[in-house]
């Protein structure tokens, strides 16, 4: 699965929306306003043969898998997953009641990542085929996208939000990420 992101003049939304789902098998498409137009995101349901070909064969791509933490180092001090699950519901649950209290932070995105993570992992270590890989990457995109709209909220240690290394292997970033936040909690 992969992404695409345009920013576009809103008027000209439509047309490239058409477009784009003509050609790919898109999932529901998320619009966010951006600072310059209008942000369009595709998540697309096929998968390329060669998710680094998109990114022009960029040789951090291929690099990511061994800078990435391992899950046992990005999740030593994790509390366990039926707690991250309870934190993340209670906190949906006390936003969608206060709906113009405040905005959903970073530590949200991160946790409910890490731990769609963490469940994937479990299940692909059981030999369990889910969607479940395909769950988590879609929250690690979600996290990915926070951190591009905001300075200086990531780590950015070995790759930033905007990296290729981090749009070919958003779960890895995420480990990265959640490395860094439970060294500093």
């Known amino acids: 699965m992969f992404d695409i992101r345009i920013i ?3 008027a000209d939304e439509p047309d490239i929306t058409r477009a784009l789902t003509a050609v790919f098998d898109c999932n529901p498409i998320q619009r966010r306003p951006a600072d310059n137009g ?4 595709l998540y697309t349901k096929a998968f390329h043969p060669d998710p680094a070909a998109l990114l022009n064969d960029a040789p951090e791509a291929t690099e990511a898998p061994t800078a990435w933490p391992t899950p046992e180092d990005a999740y030593a001090t994790a509390p366990g997953i039926t707690y991250e699950i309870a934190w993340t519901a209670s906190t949906a649950r ?6 113009h209290g405040r905005d959903v932070d970073r530590e ?3 946790r409910k990542a890490a731990v769609l993570d963490r469940i994937a992992l479990e ?3 059981d030999g369990v085929h889910t969607d479940t890989d395909a769950i988590a990457a879609n929250a690690a995109h ?5 951190d591009q709209d905001r300075e200086g909220d990531h780590s ?6 905007e990296h290729p290394a981090t749009l ?3 779960r890895g970033y995420v480990r990265q990420e959640y490395a860094v936040w439970a060294e500093n909690q």
Do not use: F, S
Request: hydrophobic share 35%; proline share 15%.
């Open 142 to 146: 979600q996290l990915i996208e926070i």
């Open 8 to 10: 576009c003049d809103p």
């Open 38 to 41: 209008h942000r369009v995101r």
């Open 168 to 170: 070919a292997h958003p």
């Open 108 to 110: 949200y995105w991160l």
């Open 94 to 99: 006390t936003l969608a009641k206060n709906p």
């Open 156 to 161: 950015g240690a070995p790759y930033g939000p």
């Open 123 to 125: 299940y692909e270590a």
